[in-house]
């Protein structure tokens, strides 16, 4: 039996805010809370994960900013609350 050569469309639908973003970001902040030096991988790591969500054509910039800002948001909470 042959395989079929029909693709999927690919999605063109976009979601705010960027969730990969939003998780890289609250991660790179816990985990360099906690392990300083671990911000020389992470740093760049959660650069490279905003970047590429626009550069894929995934999400708009504005998408990526706003999962970045409530991603910080959400880790910095967290740590608050951890006290």
């Given at each position: 039996?042959?395989?079929?050569?029909?693709?999927?469309a690919?999605?063109?639908a976009?979601?705010?805010?960027?969730?990969?973003?939003?998780h890289?970001v609250?991660?790179?902040v816990?985990a360099?809370?906690?392990?300083p030096?671990?911000?020389?991988?992470?740093?760049?790591f959660?650069?490279l994960?905003?970047?590429?969500?626009v550069?894929?054509?995934?999400?708009?910039?504005?998408?990526?900013a706003?999962?970045?800002?409530?991603g910080?948001?959400?880790a910095?909470?967290?740590?608050a609350?951890?006290g």
């Amino acid at each position: 039996m042959r395989p079929c050569s029909v693709r999927p469309a690919r999605s063109t639908a976009t979601s705010f805010p960027s969730g990969h973003t939003l998780h890289a970001v609250a991660f790179t902040v816990l985990a360099t809370h906690y392990f300083p030096e671990l911000l020389v991988l992470l740093g760049p790591f959660a650069i490279l994960v905003a970047l590429s969500r626009v550069v894929l054509g995934l999400h708009y910039p504005s998408d990526v900013a706003a999962g970045g800002t409530i991603g910080l948001a959400l880790a910095l909470a967290g740590l608050a609350i951890a006290g």
